[in-house]
Structure formats: structure tokens, C-alpha cells
């Protein structure tokens, strides 16, 4: 038989038992993520009032699900453990809580036990943007305290080891205003603080760091490009104020050299 094959059999044995009122309870373990195979998580044996004589001799199973042996029983000692690599973030995605249930069929006499495994998240993933550079553009006429959205970056981890916070690297123009949506999410925004000048600074560079609340913390960057957009503030000017209208008597003389340029000399004569 294959293993799709079993686990559908098992599936069937188990709606039969329960059908029959032989479902005997559920046990509830917990693990976290991403732990060695052989972590111990349990003893189903002690916690079920097992004989463990009765799962040597092959009469105890686990039924795992499609295709997956995240948990196995030494059935010398009744342990529940790890069987294969556990990832929170592939198995529950952004759900809050994660528990996986298996279920074991013990025989003489024949009960059905229902095990729950609740799924603890480590702090495994770093705040990642959707994007290495984002470009502003912000006009060179804007105000003091004006705002302006930043990308969000997002992280896999949920509860604490998710993003809490933004940090701006320091600069002359900008503070950052970190607005946390009652926990569920985190955004940040530029604030204008002094006034940009195109004529004196036309590009402005800053990163933008997401911080994660995991002990100890990750983290992720974006480069935020501030391009400040000109506006017709300068009047023409003149670089003096008063010209004499002075008579000229002009005299030209043109010295030709060789070669592929012309060097020309004017003699002006008042
Ligand atoms: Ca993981
Ligand atoms: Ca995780
Ligand atoms: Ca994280
Ligand atoms: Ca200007």
C-alpha cells in the first residue's frame, strides 16, 4: 500500500470508531519550529494510559496526514517525536496559531486518541521590502510636516517576531512617523521637516530599516530615493545691477595655427 493509500484507510477506521463512540479524548503537546528530527515532544504511552507492551507488539499507529511524517513513536518508550523538518510558515502560512492534528489508533481494546501538536514560531524570517530602491518625487515647494507613504515591508513570522517597528537613517529633511495598527500592522511615513531646495540638493538618499520584534531582532532595508522636483521659484537676474553704454572702436585680429583647431584672439580698442 502506498501512503496516500494508508492514510485514506486510517481516515476511514477513524470515522468508523468515532461513529462506534470508541473516540477516547485528545492529548495537546506543543513544539516549536524548525527543531532537530528526534526532538521529543511527548509521552503518548504515559499520557494516553498506554501499556507500552501494547505498542511493541505493533498494535499502536499514527496517522500523520497526506505524504508527511512530522511526528513518529518509538514504541519502546511510547515518545512522540519529531519525524521530519516542521515549517511554521509552509504548513500554516500567515495564521495566527498553528496546530497539527494526528490521530493513533491503540487495539485491546480497540480506542481512537486524537493528538494535537500546537506549532510554536520561531523568529526564522527577516522583514523583506517588495523592493531594493523606491523612488519619491517631492516637490521643492512642499510644507513643512507634509507626509509621504513608505513601502511596507512584510516578514513570515507572525505575533512578536513580526515587524514592529521602521527606523529612518538620519538626515537633515525627514522624520518618520510609525503608525502600528493595533498590532496587526506596521507602516511608516515621511514627514517634511525643513524645506528642500533643488538648487542646493536635488537628490536626497535615506534608508528605511523594518525591524522585526524577535529576540534578538532581524531586519530589512530599503533605499528611499528622494528626487525634489524643481518649481519656478528664481527670478532672472543680472549679475550687476548698473552697465555704462561706453563707445567701442573694435579691431580684429584672427591668428590662424595649424592643425585641426582655430585660436582666436580679439583685440577690442576703446
Ligand atoms: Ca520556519
Ligand atoms: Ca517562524
Ligand atoms: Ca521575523
Ligand atoms: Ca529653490
Known sequence: MDVI??????????FLLCSLDLCA????????????????????????????NDLQSGQFHIVNGLNKNYFEVNLKTGELYVGERIDRENICLTSQT????IEAIAQNPLRLFSIGIDILDINDNSPLFPIKTY????????FHGDRFPLPKASDADVGINSIRSYKLSQNDYFSLDVQNNGGHSVSAELVLQ???????????????????????????IVEIVVDVVDVNDNTPTFSQQLYKRIPLRLNFTFKRRTGPHILAHLIVKC
Not at 5 to 14: E, Q
Not at 98 to 101: F, P, Q
Not at 204 to 219: E, N, W
Request: aromatic share 6%.
Open 5 to 14: 493509500f494508508i492514510g485514506s484507510f486510517f481516515v476511514w477506521v477513524l
Open 25 to 52: 479524548g485528545q492529548i495537546v503537546y506543543s513544539v516549536t519550529e524548525e527543531g532537530n528530527k528526534a526532538t521529543v515532544v511527548g509521552n503518548v504511552a504515559k499520557d494516553l494510559n498506554l501499556n507500552v
Open 98 to 101: 498553528c496546530t497539527l492534528n
Open 135 to 142: 523612488h519619491l518625487n517631492i516637490t521643492e515647494s512642499a
Open 194 to 220: 525643513k524645506a528642500l531646495d533643488r538648487e542646493k540638493m536635488t537628490v536626497i538618499t535615506l534608508i528605511l530599516t523594518a525591524i522585526d520584534g524577535g529576540k534578538p531582532p532581524r531586519s530589512g
